[in-house]
Each structure stands twice: as C-alpha cells, then as structure tokens.
C-alpha cells in the first residue's frame, strides 16, 4: 500500500474509534462493532506505515499494546465473572433467577450481610480485577507511546509523540473519570495526526 492509502486507513480508523462509543449509546452493540473496525483499520494503517519506513517497531509495539488490553480485558471480565457468581451465590441467588425474576432481589436479607464477612473475598476478587485491568492498560499504553514516537520521528509529524503522550496519562488516570475523557481526546488527536502526513516529497528527513 502507499504512504497516502496508510494515511486515510489511519484517520478513517482512528475517527472511527472516536466515535464508536457515541454510536453505542444509540445502536448498542454497533458500536462495538465500529470500534473493532477503527482498531483494525489503525493497526493495517500502522503496519502499513511500518513497512513503508523500515521500522518495526512502528507496528510492533502497537501491537504488543492491543495484545496487553485485551489480555487485561479479559483478566478483567474473568474475575468480574467469578466474583459476581460468588457473590449471588452468598446471597442464595443465581443469574438464571435474576434473568427471570428480577424481584428475587428483593427477598436477600441484606441485614444479614450487612458486615461483609460473607462477601469479603468476593469483593476483594472484584477489586484485584480493577487493579489488573489498570496495570494492563498502563502498560499498553508504553508501548502505544513507543510506537507513536516512532511514527512522529519518521513522518515529522510531532502530533503522534503528543497523542502519545496524553495516551500514558490518561491511562494513568483512568483511576478517576478525567482519565477516559484523555483517552477519546487521544484518539482524536491520532485522527488528526494521520491525516497530517505529508507526501513522501513534503516530508523532512527523519530523524535518526
């Protein structure tokens, strides 16, 4: 593929991930599905531009980084799973009565719990998972910063090194809301540094 056909798969999917989870909210799991798209779109893009600059890395450590959430994700959803199901269970409740009888709830004797010695470790399963999941996401957004520095180095476009750079922070941050409004303020910046890519003549030399 060409430098400007990496480019617009980039931006395209970058702007897709931007909007991914406004579309969610309208059509439910569509956007799901458009955000994978976008992902896939930046990470052809990413590949794309690797090979058109002979440096791996570009691809590579975006790639280690989508490995790594998905990994922390589904660490994440695992536990949440585990200790959800331990948790209704203390309660002598299960997924299959909730689904059918919603009110079921109503009958937990909460007083009876209320101290939390019956759902302790549960709860302490539940929040292992939180601290998993943002060490995942950490990580990963090393890398995501690797890879973007790369790309700012060789294209002269210095944006990249800054989407990377709020990326790290907001997944720092994600402990507190800010956080996740970083991460969409990243991908936007990232559609916007794709789509400034010059032509291969408009570009300075890269740095070495």
């Known amino acids: 593929m060409t430098l400007e056909s990496n480019k617009t798969l980039g931006g395209v999917g970058a702007l897709?991930?931007?909007?991914?989870?406004?579309?969610?909210?309208?059509?439910?799991?569509?956007?799901?599905?458009?955000?994978?798209?976008?992902?896939?779109?930046?990470?052809?893009?990413?590949?794309?531009?690797?090979?058109?600059?002979?440096?791996?890395?570009?691809?590579?450590?975006?790639?280690y980084g989508v490995i790594l959430t998905i990994i922390g994700g589904i660490v994440f959803v695992g536990a949440i799973v585990v200790g959800a199901v331990g948790l209704l269970s203390e309660l002598n409740l299960d997924l299959?009565?909730?689904?059918?009888?919603?009110?079921?709830?109503?009958?937990?004797?909460?007083?009876?719990?209320?101290?939390?010695?019956?759902?302790w470790d549960y709860l302490v399963i539940i929040l292992a998972s939180l601290v998993i999941l943002f060490v995942f996401v950490v990580v990963a957004a090393i890398f995501y910063r690797k890879s973007l520095n790369s790309l700012a180095q060789k294209t002269g476009v210095g944006l990249f090194g800054t989407t990377g750079l709020i990326l790290l922070i907001g997944a720092v941050l994600t402990i507190i809301v800010i956080g996740f409004l970083l991460l969409w303020v990243a991908l936007i910046l990232l559609t916007v540094a794709f789509f400034s890519i010059k032509p291969e003549s408009a570009q300075p030399p890269p740095a070495t």
């Open 16 to 63: 897709l991930m931007v909007i991914s989870p406004f579309s969610g909210f309208v059509a439910g799991t569509f956007g799901s599905v458009l955000g994978l798209i976008g992902l896939i779109l930046v990470l052809i893009a990413m590949k794309g531009l690797a090979d058109h600059y002979n440096e791996g890395g570009i691809f590579n450590n975006t790639f």
């Open 96 to 119: 299959a009565t909730l689904s059918t009888d919603p009110a079921a709830i109503s009958t937990v004797d909460w007083q009876g719990i209320i101290n939390f010695s019956n759902i």
